[in-house]
């Protein structure tokens, strides 16, 4: 299934208008309407059923960006999970290298708006990590906590690589972000 954010950062979107809402989540807009078509009808590999794959996400929350300007978007990725659970490592990698990718030209996207751009705060994840035999995650394995997260942009300081000397939860994002 397509990574959904925690219930309560879809409640700190609904009470801030202009913090973007997840990548999932997109409300109507002509301009998206295509690809927002596109998206239901693609093919959901690497993932099932309704799963939308991340190359689709990354241009909805491309354009999203363009024709909203949120003041800070939120973006949850799954093909790496999805790769992990299959067992493909290297199929796993590459989306890792994509998300990176992804990361890349949002920021690139943001360098080329202005002063919207320079105001703009993104966050880009996934929905978990991965227990240390790589395929699963879950109760059984506490190393699964940890996630990557890209935060950057607006008013989020540039730090480089930072690991929370705290617990935090996605959860955390949205009241963080506000």
């Given at each position: 299934?397509?990574?959904?954010?925690?219930?309560?950062?879809?409640?700190?979107?609904?009470?801030?208008?202009?913090?973007?809402?997840?990548?999932?989540?997109?409300?109507?807009?002509?301009?998206?309407?295509?690809?927002?078509?596109?998206?239901?009808?693609?093919?959901?590999?690497?993932?099932?059923?309704?799963?939308?794959?991340?190359?689709?996400?990354?241009?909805?929350?491309?354009?999203?960006?363009?024709?909203?300007?949120?003041?800070?978007?939120?973006?949850?990725?799954?093909?790496?999970?999805?790769?992990?659970?299959?067992?493909?490592?290297?199929?796993?990698?590459?989306?890792?290298?994509?998300?990176?990718?992804?990361?890349?030209?949002?920021?690139?996207?943001?360098?080329?708006?202005?002063?919207?751009?320079?105001?703009?705060?993104?966050?880009?994840?996934?929905?978990?990590?991965?227990?240390?035999?790589?395929?699963s995650h879950g109760k059984g394995a506490p190393e699964a906590?940890?996630?990557?997260?890209?935060?950057?942009?607006?008013?989020?300081?540039?730090?480089?690589?930072?690991?929370?000397?705290?617990?935090?939860?996605?959860?955390?994002?949205?009241?963080?972000?506000?």
């Open positions: 299934a397509t990574p959904s954010p925690p219930p309560r950062l879809h409640r700190v979107a609904e009470r801030a208008p202009d913090l973007g809402v997840p990548a999932d989540r997109l409300p109507a807009d002509a301009r998206l309407s295509p690809l927002l078509r596109a998206s239901e009808k693609a093919f959901p590999s690497p993932g099932q059923e309704d799963y939308r794959p991340d190359r689709i996400t990354s241009q909805l929350a491309l354009r999203y960006v363009e024709s909203a300007r949120p003041r800070c978007l939120f973006v949850g990725l799954g093909d790496p999970d999805e790769h992990a659970h299959l067992g493909d490592y290297r199929s796993y990698l590459r989306s890792l290298r994509a998300a990176d990718d992804f990361v890349g030209a949002l920021a690139s996207q943001l360098d080329g708006m202005g002063a919207y751009g320079e105001t703009t705060s993104i966050v880009v994840t996934t929905d978990h990590g991965r227990a240390e035999g790589f395929r906590a940890r996630v990557w997260l890209f935060a950057g942009g607006g008013a989020i300081p540039a730090r480089g690589f930072v690991d929370a000397a705290e617990t935090r939860r996605l959860a955390d994002v949205g009241p963080t972000a506000m």
